[in-house]
T-cell receptor, first 110, second 112 residues
Framework: NAGVTQTPKFQVLKTGQSMTLQCAQD?????MSWYRQDPGMGLRLIHY???????DQGEVPNGYNVSRSTTEDFPLRLLSAAPSQTSVYFC?????????FGPGTRLTVL | SQQGEEDPQALSIQEGENATMNCSYK?????LQWYRQNSGRGLVHLIL?????REKHSGRLRVTLDTSKKSSSLLITASRAADTASYFC????????????FGAGTTVTVRA
C-alpha cells in the first residue's frame, strides 16, 4: 500500500492564480481531511469528507474548495491564491479514529 | 480555534533521559491522540487514549489522561536520537465525528 499520497511536493504560485492540490489514498478509508500547518501552530482543519459525494467545512475553509467523487481521491482547490495561503498542506485519511497523513505540499504564494 | 496547548514549547534532553510533555484542552473529549512529526514530514500517529482511560502504554511511550483537569501527558522513556521530532496532541470532541483539533506542538531535541 502506498498509503496517502500528495502531489505536488512543492509549488510556487502568484497571487490570483488557482491550482489543485492532489490527495489519494489506497486504504479504502471513508473519512478524509485537509489541514494547513503554519509556523508555530498546530494543524488547522480546512475541509473534510465522510465519504464519496459528501464534504463539509472545517475551521478555516475560506478560499478553498474540495470535491470527493471517489473514495480514493480528495483534491483541494485554491480558487484565487493569496499570500496568506502560504503554508504546508497535509491530507489525511482516517480509520477507527487514527489519522494517516500524507507527506505534505509546501505552497508559497508570491 | 485550537483546542490543545502543549507545554513546554521546546525540550532538549540527553540521549537515555526521559522526556515529558503536557497537553491541556478546553472542552470535553471523546479521545486524545498524540502524533509525531519529523522535520519536513507528515504526522505519524503514536497513541490514542479514550476519555474513560487514565493511562496507556506503547513501547517506550506512556500517556496519561486526567479529564477532571482536562490535561494529558506524554512520557518518552530512554530517549534516542531518533526521537528528535515535534510532538502534537490532538483532541476529538464528544460527538466522535473524527474531527481533530491540534495543539501547537512540543519540539524535542535529543542530544547524543
Amino acid at each position: 500500500n502506498a498509503g496517502v499520497t500528495q502531489t505536488p511536493k512543492f509549488q510556487v504560485l502568484k497571487t490570483g492564480q488557482s491550482m489543485t492540490l492532489q490527495c489519494a489514498q489506497d486504504m479504502n478509508h471513508e473519512y478524509m481531511s485537509w489541514y494547513r500547518q503554519d509556523p508555530g501552530m498546530g494543524l488547522r482543519l480546512i475541509h473534510y469528507s465522510v465519504g464519496a459525494g459528501i464534504t463539509d467545512q472545517g475551521e478555516v475553509p475560506n478560499g478553498y474548495n474540495v470535491s470527493r467523487s471517489t473514495t480514493e481521491d480528495f483534491p483541494l482547490r485554491l480558487l484565487s491564491a493569496a499570500p496568506s495561503q502560504t503554508s504546508v498542506y497535509f491530507c489525511a485519511s482516517t480509520l477507527f479514529n487514527e489519522q494517516f497523513f500524507g507527506p505534505g505540499t509546501r505552497l508559497t504564494v508570491l | 480555534s485550537q483546542q490543545g496547548e502543549e507545554d513546554p514549547q521546546a525540550l532538549s534532553i540527553q540521549e537515555g533521559e526521559n522526556a515529558t510533555m503536557n497537553c491541556s484542552y478546553k472542552t470535553s473529549i471523546n479521545n486524545l491522540q498524540w502524533y509525531r512529526q519529523n522535520s519536513g514530514r507528515g504526522l505519524v500517529h503514536l497513541i490514542l487514549i479514550r476519555s474513560n482511560e487514565r493511562e496507556k502504554h506503547s513501547g517506550r511511550l506512556r500517556v496519561t489522561l486526567d479529564t477532571s483537569k482536562k490535561s494529558s501527558s506524554l512520557l518518552i522513556t530512554a530517549s534516542r536520537a531518533a526521537d528528535t521530532a515535534s510532538y502534537f496532541c490532538a483532541t476529538e470532541s464528544e460527538t466522535n465525528d473524527y474531527k481533530l483539533s491540534f495543539g501547537a506542538g512540543t519540539t524535542v531535541t535529543v542530544r547524543a
